[in-house]
Nanobody, 117 residues
Framework: QVQLVESGGGLVQPGGSLRISCTAYGISFNLYGMGWYRQAPGKQRELVSSISSGGNAIYADFVRDRFTISRDNAKNTVYLQLNSLKPEDTAVYYC???????????WGQGTQVTVSS
């Protein structure tokens, strides 16, 4: 059974930092591209960042130079470092796993990030 388990969310003040993590179970992690998406209340889910199986990363314009994605294949874990957080970054952050060799995409349950003073 495939599971993506996110952790590390919480409440942080504007300008602060958080690191959220997603650990994958039941997949050959090194073969999957991993992504972070977010969904704020009343808004559609949107891509924040993704990292390919080869380690190439892309970022949405609204987080470029503030967030950093990384992966540790030995730990089956993908990370998102969130710096210089803004209130508009408040959302549930979801982990995603996709592979060209697997027709199924997988999602975690989400972790809440709240940026507020």
């Amino acid at each position: 059974q495939v599971q993506l388990v996110e952790s590390g969310g919480g409440l942080v003040q504007p300008g602060g930092s958080l690191r959220i993590s997603c650990t994958a179970y039941g997949i050959s992690f090194n073969l999957y591209g991993m992504g972070w998406y977010r969904q704020a209340p009343g808004k559609q889910r949107e891509l924040v960042s993704s990292i390919s199986s080869g380690g190439n990363a892309i970022y949405a314009d609204f987080v470029r130079d503030r967030f950093t994605i990384s992966r540790d294949n030995a730990k089956n874990t993908v990370y998102l470092q969130l710096n210089s957080l803004k209130p508009e970054d408040t959302a549930v952050y979801y982990c995603n796993a996709e592979s060209r060799a697997d027709p199924q995409a997988y999602w975690g349950q989400g972790t809440q990030v709240t940026v507020s003073s």
